[in-house]
């Protein structure tokens, strides 16, 4: 009988030791979760600061790299293919959620219709089709839109601050990318009502920037540049052209501005990445991407570069620094 009891004791403790050490041995196993950050542009761009204003908000989040998480890091390089190529790569590999900029979500939605996508940086996610409302998206992807239209306006007012002069403006803007278009669009309206003539050479590649530099040298009094991928993977070629063309040049984010644009005005990228890992963690504790309603920017930022100013023998209105949030000097 002691006997019995002794085995059934033995039993018992050894199917606690089963309970006590099985959760462990569970999460052992547990997939660590992974996701693809595709950056649209190159790991040496401004994307470098994005990527990891991303990262450090996750971590604050709980999900650290290398631990708790892991992030495939892929770049775009300005180039539409290469977001096919990508995209494709991050199915097979079955990634967990999917952190990009609205340029390669139309190739990220024809490769996966189910993987969770977070658009950090979206022109006008209803309008091209990728979402059916901003209140409730609907399929696999979510995140941030940017007011660019609505920012056209107020870009343009500033320049004119600087120089109330202005006739002539040149437009540095991909052909190929649709939000640039819509932002053009927006551009020629107030121009006309501004009484500006506006010059616009069809950009599509690399070589077209240069192309497009050289026309604005001779007739143009300043340079609205419109970012993308393709644009701001040429960014240092862009700010070299102009300075030596002694052309100011207004851009939409301030990371440009702090190499060597003279002005820029538009919502803090760094604050939509932290932002986007804000919808990522969500998205990995179980929330569907179709039920997170997307949002706007609600921070904005003036960045002026003193240094660029005074060697365009430039003067910026007293009120215009003070309304600046970062000045460069």
Do not use: C
Not at 228 to 248: F, K, Q
Not at 289 to 315: M, S
């Amino acid at each position: 009988m002691q006997f019995h009891h002794l085995r059934r004791r033995e039993f018992l403790e050894l199917l606690g030791g089963l309970t006590v050490f099985w959760p462990v041995a569970a999460l052992g196993q547990k997939k660590v979760p992974t996701i693809g950050f595709l950056g649209g542009g190159t790991a040496a761009s401004a994307w470098s600061s994005w990527a990891s204003a991303f990262a450090k908000r996750l971590a604050e989040l709980g999900w650290i790299e290398h631990r708790t998480i892991t992030i495939e890091y892929r770049w775009g390089e300005g180039r539409s293919d290469r977001y096919a190529e990508i995209a494709a790569e991050f199915v097979q590999r079955k990634v967990d959620v999917i952190v990009t900029a609205g340029v390669a979500v139309p190739a990220l939605m024809r490769a996966t219709s189910v993987i969770p996508i977070v658009i950090a940086l979206g022109s006008d996610p209803v309008g091209s089709g990728q979402v059916a409302s901003l209140a409730r998206p609907g399929g696999n992807v979510t995140g941030l839109s940017l007011q660019y239209t609505e920012l056209a306006g107020k870009r343009l007012e500033l320049l004119r601050e600087i120089m109330p002069a202005l006739r002539r403006l040149g437009v540095l803007a991909n052909a190929g990318y649709a939000d640039a278009m819509l932002e053009m669009r927006e551009i020629r309206a107030l121009a006309t009502t501004l009484g500006m003539e506006i010059t616009a050479p069809e950009i599509r590649r690399a070589e077209d920037i240069t192309l497009a530099l050289e026309i604005f040298k001779g007739g143009t009094e300043a340079v609205y540049v419109i970012g993308d991928p393709l644009v701001n993977s040429n960014l240092g070629r862009i700010v070299t052209a102009s300075s030596a063309a002694r052309l100011p040049t207004l851009f939409n984010v301030g990371d440009f501005v702090k190499a060597g644009g003279l002005i820029s005005y538009g919502p803090s990228f760094s604050d939509m990445f932290q932002r986007a890992a804000d919808y990522t963690d969500k998205i990995l504790r179980g929330a569907k991407p179709g039920e997170l309603p997307i949002e706007q920017p609600t921070k904005f930022e003036l960045f002026i570069n003193l240094t660029t100013a005074k060697a365009l023998g430039i003067t910026i209105p007293g009120i215009l620094l003070a309304r600046a949030d970062q000045v460069i000097e």
